[in-house]
């Protein structure tokens, strides 16, 4: 688990080479943690002082931004690597990088566009993609002779 998470790092430029399924989704798992941990602390510390101050607006307000400010700073920092791991990943699956472009960029743009809340199409659309690209995710190591 961890040396995954070290490789994570290690390879944060790395767009060659293979990524398993388990440093995959051990690195997830971790990031996953790692913002629920952001989120409870500050969360539960915007609580406690909002609570032992009296002044529940003032308090919550701060820490939320002081929360809210460290997790977009380490989602800047692990946007790079993250997307190398998908690529490795991507690779290692047999399934070329650049489907990456269909399997998250074709839903981010139909999201972001006017017609994804007006056609209930799109939307399906979109979570046929989604489920490629998690089906891709999981799929077992290509076989490399």
Sequence with gaps: MIKAYKQFWKN???FTGVST???FWWVFLINSIIYAIFALAFGGFAVVTALATGHADKSFGISAIIGIAV???????????TISLYFRRYRDAG???WFLLITYGVPAV???SNV?????LVQTLV???SIIGFIILVMPSKDRK
Excluded: M, Q, W
Aim: proline share 6%; with cysteine; net charge positive.
């Design 95 to 97: 399934v070329t990088p």
């Design 127 to 129: 979570l046929i993609i």
């Design 116 to 120: 994804y809340d007006k056609h209930v």
């Design 21 to 23: 399924r388990s440093e």
């Design 71 to 81: 997790c977009v700073l380490y989602a800047i920092a692990t946007v790079i690597p």
């Design 110 to 112: 139909l999201k972001g």
């Design 12 to 14: 944060y430029f790395n």
